[in-house]
């Protein structure tokens, strides 16, 4: 299977996710503050490497022109609180903001913006209206266990991740 073919099946994934999240939003509307310049739920993040390569592949060239990326701690593609790759952004950004549901360790656990839900019961959190976290991790968990085995000299082993920031450093050495 080409890369392209691995690309196709993230980015129906990934816009699956896209209108998941954009219901979402609505339902949730009068709770959201989320807006241009906040940044509190952006961390330097590690993804799996189909996520990678698919983002890496999405920006390209980009990342030559300028751009410096922030300091560790910090995710890179923060500049000026602005997401320098928003359209390209990884999946666990895209859910950002919205009540999310997934299996903790040993029981669901529910995880929601504290500047967002500031005067809603978390009782009435459901199934129906939080983000089931848990439904697109494993389609992408199982998408990336695919390319892995793919992928030339196979490298990677299932739960590795790669640093975002690292896109920089391949940029670099390809200029
Ligand atoms: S990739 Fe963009 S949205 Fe995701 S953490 Fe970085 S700056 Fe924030």
Redesign the pocket.
Known sequence: MENEEFFKEYFIIRDELDRHCADLYKLHASHLNCKAGC?S???D?SIFPVEFYVIKNQVGDNLKKGIKPASDGE????VNHR????EA??I??RT?GLPLLYMGDEHWELSACELNFTDFDFDDFTEENTFPQDKYNSRLFLLNQKFIENFPGKPFKNNDLIP?RKLFSDAENNS
């Open positions: 940044d739920c952006c961390m993040f995710c890179a593609f923060l997401c320098v790759i928003y952004r990884p666990i950004c950002q975002l």
